[in-house]
């Protein structure tokens, strides 16, 4: 929407931004990134960011909660890589574990016995460390597939 036209004027960008804000949760960085291609100077965007935090547009856990659970029901990302892409985004240490903390313990296991079923029914692989390695890298613990394959054979 603004990527060509730049907007230098201070309230306009922070009506523009709340906007943004209120239509999904966001992280301090994809906002910064916002107002840098508003075209607005540093000490501005700072200030913005300030003022949504203290407004309660702008929340790091509340976002670390919502991302969280998200990539694990709609994409079915295992905890290490929803924490991995959190951090990447420049949440802290604290609040990542605050959005992992959102997924239920017995979801997460029926959700990664019912996806090693169907990947095992898809595939109709029998070699394990072809399975431990596709679950690994969608973020699954390797302890807990191990724990999972063994309480499927």
């Known amino acids: 929407m603004f990527q060509n036209k730049k907007i230098f004027d201070h309230d306009v960008a922070k009506d523009v931004i709340k906007k943004y804000c209120t239509y999904q949760d966001r992280c301090q960085s994809e906002v910064k990134m916002r107002l840098i291609k508003m075209g607005l100077p540093e000490p501005s965007i700072n200030e913005i960011i300030s003022v949504l935090i203290s407004e309660g547009y702008l929340s790091?856990?509340?976002?670390?909660?919502s991302f969280s659970r998200g990539k694990f029901k709609i994409k079915k990302w295992g905890r290490?890589?929803?924490?991995?892409h959190l951090m990447a985004k420049?949440?802290?240490?604290?609040?990542a574990e605050i959005g992992i903390s959102e997924i239920d313990e017995n979801d997460y296991s029926e959700a990664l016995s019912d996806l090693i079923s169907k990947y095992y029914l898809r595939n109709g692989l029998k070699n394990k460390y072809q399975v431990?390695?596709?679950?690994?890298?969608?973020g699954f613990e390797k302890d807990l597939i191990f724990q999972i394959l063994e309480e499927n054979e």
């Open 60 to 65: 790091e856990e509340r976002f670390s909660r």
């Open 80 to 84: 290490l890589k929803i924490k991995k």
């Open 132 to 138: 431990v390695k596709y679950f690994s890298n969608k």
């Open 90 to 95: 420049g949440i802290s240490n604290r609040c």
